[in-house]
């Protein structure tokens, strides 16, 4: 069964930055959206980026928009999420997810699957 895997998450202050991954050991991400996710305690889970494969266009929540960069490498299977300019608002655990309708993001619509277990994102000082 096919899982992603989420690591690059940490303790961090205010303004930093990490770098993100979303692995996906012997699935090839070709021809699939792929969508970072976070989930803060007591929210619900909510869309950060998404990028397509057909054209590498991306998508930002407004949250997050000048102060993530989504990125993709087919050839590794990887995916990757750089966060920058962290704040308190963005602690949560990350997740990366396939959409398994869509090659082209729009917004966060279609089926998202494959989720990995997240990586932790604490931004405090």
């Known amino acids: 069964q096919v899982q992603f895997v989420e690591s690059g998450g940490g303790l961090v202050q205010p303004g930093s930055s990490l770098r993100l991954s979303c692995a996906a050991p012997?699935?090839?991400?070709?021809?699939?959206?792929i969508g970072w996710f976070r989930q803060a305690p007591g929210k619900e889970r909510e869309g950060v980026s998404c990028?397509?494969?057909?054209?590498?266009?991306?998508y930002y929540a407004d949250s997050v928009k000048g102060r993530f960069t989504i990125s993709r490498d087919n050839t590794k299977n990887t995916a990757y999420l750089q966060v920058s300019n962290l704040k308190p608002e963005d602690t949560a655990v990350y997740y990366c997810?396939?959409?398994?309708?869509?090659?082209?993001?729009?917004?966060?619509?279609?089926?998202?699957?494959?989720w990995g277990q997240g990586t932790q994102v604490t931004v405090s000082s």
């Open positions: 990028i397509s494969d057909s054209d590498d266009s991306t």
């Open positions: 997810a396939a959409n398994i309708e869509r090659r082209r993001c729009n917004r966060f619509w279609g089926t998202w699957q494959y």
């Open positions: 012997g699935f090839s991400l070709d021809y699939y959206a």
